[in-house]
C-alpha cells in the first residue's frame, strides 16, 4: 500500500511540475483528488484492507492526499501570480498621460465658398433648391434643348447607369424641375455635385460641383442677367471687379455668354495669377431659350429669364489662391485648416 501511494504522489507531483497552465493543474486535481481520481480510488478500496490495519491505512492516504494538495496549491498560486504580474506589465495605464484632445473637424473650402455664393444670391431673394444626381436623358439633355444627336452632348461623354440614367452633367436639369412644377416668377440657385468621365488632373475631376441660377418673371431682359451678375461678382471678388461678357454657345441659352471677372490679384493689369490677360472666366450664362421655355409650358410670349451656370470647385481655388484641384478632395486635415 505504501509504495502505491508513494507512486501516486510521485506521478501527481510529476504532472504538477510540467502543467503549463492553470487548466492542466486543474487536471491534476480531478485526476488525483477527484471522486474518479487515483487517491479516491485507494480509499474505495479500503474494503479489501483487513479491520486492524484500516486506520493506519486511512491516515496514509490523508497524509499523501494533503502533501499533494499543498504541492498543488502552491502551483496554482504561483502561476496565478505570474499571469497578473504579466497582466500588469503589459496593461499599463500611464494616468499621468495628458488626455486625448477631441480634434474638430473644419469646414471644407468648398463649403464655405458655396455658402458665401448661396449667402449673395439669397440676399437677392433666391431660393436654394436640390436637384437629383441621378437624372434621365430627357432632363440633363434634352429638355434643355439638346436633341439625341446633337455634339454638345458629346462634350459630356458621361457615367450611364442604363440606356436612359445618367449621373448628371450639370445641374441645368434642376432648371427644368422648378420650371415643371409651374410657379413662377422663378428666383432660384441650385448648387450640387456633377459628373463626368475626365480624367483627373489640377483643373479637372470626374466629380465635382455646380452652382445653377435661374430666373424667369415678365420683362426679364440680359440688362437684368449683366446687372445680377456684376453685382455678384462685387460681392464674392471685392467691390472693385469688373465684368465682361464674351458671346458663347450654350443649347439652352440664346444669346449664350462667359463672363469673365477683372483679375482680383493685379486689378486687370495682368499677372500670373490670371496668366496675363487681366480676366478671370467664371461662369456661363444666358437668356433661356424659347424651345426650353416651351418644354416646361412656359409661354415665351409671356415670359422670359436668364440662367447661369459656374464651377463651385473654380469659385473656391480662385478665392484661396488654391493651384491644384486635387487637394481639395484629399481631405488633408493640415491643407483644410488654412481656410
Ligand atoms: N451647364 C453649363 C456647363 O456645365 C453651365 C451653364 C451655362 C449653365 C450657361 C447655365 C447657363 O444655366 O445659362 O457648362
Redesign the pocket.
Known amino acids: 500500500m505504501r509504495a502505491k501511494l508513494d507512486q501516486i504522489k510521485a506521478d501527481a507531483l510529476a504532472q504538477i511540475q510540467n502543467a503549463d497552465g492553470l487548466e492542466k493543474l486543474n487536471e491534476v486535481r480531478v485526476n488525483v483528488l477527484g471522486k474518479k481520481g487515483a487517491l479516491t480510488a485507494v480509499l474505495k478500496s479500503m474494503k479489501d484492507v483487513a479491520p486492524e490495519d484500516r486506520p493506519k491505512v486511512g491516515q496514509m492516504v490523508n497524509e499523501t492526499r494533503a502533501e499533494i494538495e499543498a504541492v498543488l496549491e502552491d502551483a496554482i498560486s504561483k502561476m496565478e501570480r505570474a499571469k497578473r504580474e504579466l497582466q500588469m506589465k503589459t496593461e499599463v495605464i500611464d494616468v499621468t498621460l495628458p488626455a486625448k484632445k477631441h480634434t474638430k473637424g473644419h469646414r471644407h473650402p468648398n463649403t464655405i465658398a458655396m455658402e458665401e455664393v448661396e449667402r449673395i444670391f439669397i440676399g437677392m431673394g433666391y431660393e436654394v433648391v436640390e436637384g437629383p444626381e441621378i437624372e434621365t436623358d430627357y432632363y440633363n439633355f434634352e429638355a434643355l434643348n439638346i436633341p439625341a444627336d446633337h455634339p454638345a452632348k458629346d462634350e459630356q461623354d458621361t457615367f450611364y447607369i442604363s440606356g436612359d440614367i445618367l449621373l448628371r452633367?450639370?445641374?441645368?436639369g434642376t432648371?427644368v424641375h422648378v420650371m415643371e412644377q409651374g410657379k413662377l416668377p422663378i428666383r432660384m440657385i441650385a448648387p450640387g455635385r456633377v459628373f463626368r468621365s475626365d480624367e483627373v488632373d489640377a483643373t479637372h475631376s470626374p466629380s465635382f460641383h455646380?452652382i445653377?441660377?435661374?430666373v424667369i418673371d415678365k420683362h426679364i431682359t440680359f440688362a437684368d442677367l449683366k446687372g445680377t451678375l456684376a453685382e455678384f461678382a462685387k460681392e464674392l471678388f471685392g467691390e472693385e471687379t469688373k465684368v465682361k461678357f464674351r458671346p458663347h454657345h450654350?443649347n439652352?441659352?440664346e444669346p449664350?455668354a462667359e463672363m469673365d471677372v477683372s483679375c482680383f490679384k493685379c486689378g486687370g493689369k495682368g499677372c500670373r495669377f490670371c496668366k496675363g490677360s487681366g480676366w478671370i472666366e467664371i461662369?456661363?450664362?444666358?437668356m433661356v431659350h424659347p424651345n426650353v421655355l416651351r418644354m416646361s409650358n412656359i409661354d415665351p410670349e409671356k415670359y422670359s429669364g436668364f440662367?447661369?451656370?459656374m464651377g463651385l470647385e473654380r469659385i473656391a481655388l480662385l478665392k484661396y489662391e488654391i493651384d491644384d484641384m486635387r487637394l481639395l478632395y484629399e481631405n488633408d486635415i493640415r491643407f483644410l485648416k488654412q481656410f
Open positions: 452633367t450639370q445641374t441645368s432648371q455646380q445653377e441660377g435661374l450654350f439652352f441659352t449664350s461662369l456661363g450664362c444666358g440662367a447661369f451656370g
